[in-house]
Nanobody, 121 residues
Framework: QVQLVESGGGLVQAGGSLRLSCAAS????????MGWFRQAPGKEREFVAA???????NYADSVKGRFTVSRVNAKNTVYLQMNSLKPEDTAVYYC???????????????WGQGTQVTVSS
C-alpha cells in the first residue's frame, strides 16, 4: 500500500512558477513509475508528466519546455517544477504511483488527494 500526499499548489500570476511535491509512504517507492495528472473544471483528467524508476521522463506536449518532473528516491518524493505558467494550467494536480504506461491514468494504482493550482492572467 502506498499513500501519496501532494503539496505546493497555490495562486500564481501568469508567467510565474510553482513547485509541487508528492511525498509517498511505503518501501517500494523507488520501483514505481510516478505520474502527474491534472483536471480542470468540466474537463477530463489529463496526463502532465511521468518519471520512471530509472529517471526517464515523459511530458504532455502542452507542458514540454515549461515543466520538469524529478524524483528523490531517498526521500520518497517526486516533484513537478512548473515554470512560465499560463491560465490554462489552472487545475487540480494529482500525483499517482504504480503506473503501467506513463500517460494512461487507468494503469496507476495509487493516487494522492490533489492540490489546486490557479494561474491568474
Amino acid at each position: 500500500q502506498v499513500q501519496l500526499v501532494e503539496s505546493g499548489g497555490g495562486l500564481v500570476q501568469a508567467g510565474g512558477s510553482l513547485r509541487l511535491s508528492c511525498a509517498a509512504s511505503g518501501r517500494s517507492f523507488s520501483i514505481y513509475l510516478m505520474g502527474w495528472f491534472r483536471q480542470a473544471p468540466g474537463k477530463e483528467r489529463e496526463f502532465v508528466a511521468a518519471i520512471t524508476s530509472g529517471g526517464s521522463t515523459n511530458y504532455a506536449d502542452s507542458v514540454k519546455g515549461r515543466f520538469t518532473v524529478s524524483r528523490v528516491n531517498a526521500k520518497n518524493t517526486v516533484y513537478l517544477q512548473m515554470n512560465s505558467l499560463k491560465p490554462e494550467d489552472t487545475a487540480v494536480y494529482y500525483c499517482a504511483a504504480g503506473g503501467t504506461y506513463y500517460s494512461d491514468s487507468r494503469g496507476y494504482r495509487y493516487w494522492g488527494q490533489g492540490t489546486q493550482v490557479t494561474v491568474s492572467s
